[in-house]
C-alpha cells in the first residue's frame, strides 16, 4: 500500500465515523502513527491542558479526572480530530466541544471529535473521564507518573506525541496525609472533603506529553539552595546512615551538573524550578521530567561501603537526567525515531560532566568501561541494531531503546568530536539549541548544522556510524628487518564481512622491556599504513586500541596474554582485558579454560576497582557459562579459596568488598557456604568490609538459591530484619522464586502470565534472576517457550525495557544447546514476528548460542 492511500484510509472516513453509527471495519490505527502525528502536527498549535485527578489512597480504587484541552486548527475541519485516549470504552464520561455537549465516541484507543463541532482558530474540550492507572504507578502509600514513550494516552486523553507540546496546569486531590510535587510550581493547596487535600499548581512550561509528570504520597523531604537555585528532594528512605552521607552528594553533582551545562551550552537552565523524587524499585535509573525528576532512590542513597562503581553511577545518572533538560526537554526529538539523541547527549554530556563532579573518577577508565562491553553485547550479535531505527507507530518505541543508543551512540559522538575538533562540535550544539529551543528537531537537522562547521564529510561518516548496524574487525600486518619496523598496515571490515569502514581514530602501542610508544592513528578508510611505526625497533608486543578510544575487535598478540596485567596504565589495562573478552567470545582466545588461566592470577593483584569489576564478571561468565555443570566443583574447588585469600590479602575496602561478592556468586563448597552463613549471621563481614542491608539480604538469597539448610529460617530471618517497608514489600514478593520447592517456584512463574503479577519490574526481574540460576537451569528450562511466548505482551503492558530486562534476566546463564534450539525454533516458527522484538531476542540469546557452541 502506498503512503499516500494509506494516508486517505486514515482521514477521509472519520468524520462519518464520529458522527454516524460505527462503521463494521474502523480504518483507525491502534497506538500513534506517524501519518497521524504528522497530520495533526500540521493542524495543530498551542496546546494547553488543564487537569484535575482525584487519587484515592487504596491503589484498587479508580481515579476519578477531569480536562480541558484548548488548541488552534491551523484552519476550518475538514475531517475528524482524532485525541489519544488508551482506555475502556466507557471511560469517557462526558465531553463538551467548545461548550456544547457531544456524545463521547473512543475507537481503538482514540477519542473522535467530528468537524462540525470544531472550528478555525481556538477550540476547547472538556472532558469528565476515568484515568487509567497502569502508568500511574499506584501503590499503597505513594504513586507517580511515568509516560514515556506514549503512555500520557493511557492516563488521560491527549495529543500524545513529542513534536505537539503544551502546557500543563494540573490540580491533585489525594490523601491529606500526602504531599504532592509536578512540573509546575505549586500555586495553593487546602483541604477537601472526606480526608483529602487539594494541591493545584501554576501552568508548567512548554513540554511534550511524555514529560507530563507528578509524584504524590508519603514522602520527607528536604530543600537546599545550590548557586542561588532552590532544590527540593522528596524521598522515602529511612536509613539515616544513607541519608546522611548521601544527600550533600545528591545536591552538590546535580549544582556542579547545572553549573557545567550552563557554561557549557551558554544557555540558563530553561525550566521554572528544579526538583526530584527518589522512588522505591523505579524502573529506570531515572527519568527527565522538567520541574520532577523521577530516580531509582536505590541509585542514589550510598553508604561508606559504597565501591567506586556505586558512586560513579549515581553521579553520572544525576548528571545524565541533568542534562536532559537541555537535550530532550529543551529541544526534543520530532519523532521516536530520533529518541537516541537526547540519550546520547545525555550521555555524553554526563561523562563531561563527571570529569568535574568525579575529579578522582578516570574518566577515560570511566568512559571505557561504562560504555564499551554493553555497546559490544549488542553489536557483536545477529540481533544488532543501528542507532537511528525507523518507527511507523508509536506504541512500538520501547523496542528501540536500548545499549545501542545509551552506550555505543556516546562512543559514536567522542569520535564525532574528535573528527570536528571539540570547540567547532560545542559551537555546533549550541547553534542547534538556540535555534530549536523549546521545539522539536531531527538528528539531520542537527548533522546540518555540525557539517557546515567541518570539512569533514558526515553524512558518509553518519551512514556508518548511526544507520547501519554492526562493528568492524581489526587487523595488522607488522613486517620487520634487522630488529627494526619495515612496515605497520592496519585493515578494516566489518564483522559480518562486509567491505565497511568506520572512520575513526585510537592509539597503537608498541611494547618494549623499558617502555611503551603511543602512536596515534587516525584511520579514515579501509586500510592505514602507520609512518609513524617505521624504523622504530620490534617492540615485545603490540597493543591495537591501546587506550579503547577506537571501536570494534582488535586482533590479540599472542605475546601480550601474558603480560596484561604488568600494563601500568589502568586504561590501557582495561583495554586489553575487554579485548580479551571480545576475543574470547569471537573463539580466537583459545579455550574458555586457557583464558580463566590468564584472569586468576590478575584477581589480587589488579589495583584498580573498575579494572577488578571487569576481570570478576569475565571470571564469572567462564565459571558458568563456558564451564560444564560436571567440571565446576573441581575449579570452584581452587578459584574459592584464591578469592577468599584476595580478599584477605588486598588492602582497599572497595576491592575487598567486590572480591567478596564475587566469592559470593561462587560458593559451590560447603565450607563456602558455611562462611557466607556465619557473616550473615553475625553480621560480622572480613575486616574493611562494609555490608548494607541489602547486602545482607543479598547473601541470604545466595544461601537460598544453593538449598542450604534452614535457608527458609534464613529468609524469614532476614525478612524481620529490614526495617524500610518498601525493601520488605520486595523480599516478600521474591520469596517463592527462592524457593527450593519446584512445584513452588513453578507456581509463581505460571502467576507471571498475569500482568497484574508483574507491576513491579525490578522485583520480577530480580526474581527471574533466581528462577533462572544456573544451578537451577535444569528446572528452569522448561519455562523457556512461555518466556518468549510473553515477550509481545511485555511490550504492550511494561515499560519501555521491560522486554529486555525480562530476556536477559532468563537467557542470561543458560548454555545448552537444548535452550538454544528453544530459542531458535521460536523465531523459526514466527517469520513474521516484530523484527525489534526479534532483534532483542537475538541479542539476548547471542551469549547462550556462543556457549552452546564452544
Known sequence: MTFFRYLSFLLLPLGALAQGPAAPATPVQTGVSAALARQRAQALRRVAYELHFTLPGPPTLPVAATETVRFELRAAPADSLVLDFKAPAGAVQRLAVNGQLVPPVQRREHVLIAPRYLRRGPNALEITFMAGSRSLNRNPEFAYTLLVPDRARTVFPCFDQPDLKATFALTLTLP???????NGPLADSARAPGGLKTYRFAPSDTLSTYLFAFAAGKFRTLAREMDGRPMHFYYRETDTAKLGRSMGPIFDIQAGALKFLQDYTQRPYPFQKFDFVGIPDFQYGGMEHPGVIDYKASALFLDGGATREQLNGRANLLAHETSHMWFGDLVTMRWFDDVWTKEVFANFMADKISTVTQPDGNFDLKFLTDHYPAAYAVDRTAGANPIRQPLDN?????????????????????QLEHLMGPDAFRDGLREYLKRYAYGNATWPDLIAILDARTPADLQAWNKVWVNEPGRPVFAYQLRTARGK???????QKGEDGSRRAWPQAFTVALVYADRVDELPANMLGAQLRLRAAEGRPAPQYVLLNAFGEGYGLFPLDAQALPHLGELKNPVMRAAAYINLNENLLAGQAGAPAQVLALLRPLLAHEPEELNLGLLLDQVANVFWRFTPPAERPALAASLEPELWAAVQQVGPPNLKKLLLKAYA???????????????????????GVVLT?????????????????GYAQILQTQLARIQNPDRRQRLQYLLPSLSNDVAVRDEFFASLSDAKNREKEAWVASALAYLHHPLRVADSEKYLPQSLAL????????????????????????????????VRQFLQERPNYPAPLRAKIEQSADNLYRAAKL
Open 485 to 491: 619496523i619495515k612496515s605497520f598496515i592496519i585493515s
Open 665 to 687: 556468586g561462587l560458593a559451590l563448597s560447603r565450607e563456602a557456604q558455611d562462611r557466607l552463613h556465619e557473616i550473615w549471621q553475625t553480621k560480622q563481614p572480613p575486616a
Open 394 to 414: 508509536l506504541q512500538a518505541a520501547g523496542s528501540l531503546y536500548g545499549n545501542i543508543i545509551y552506550h555505543k551512540a556516546p562512543i559514536m559522538m567522542r
Open 791 to 822: 515477550v509481545e505482551e511485555l511490550q504492550r503492558t511494561g515499560d519501555i525495557f521491560f522486554p529486555q530486562t525480562w530476556l536477559a534476566a532468563t537467557l542470561r546463564w543458560y548454555r545448552t544447546p537444548t535452550a538454544a534450539a528453544t
Open 176 to 182: 491529606a496525609a500526602w504531599r504532592a510535587v509536578a
Open 693 to 709: 542491608e541489602d547486602d545482607y539480604t543479598d547473601l541470604a538469597a545466595t544461601l537460598a538459591v544453593r538449598a542450604y539448610p
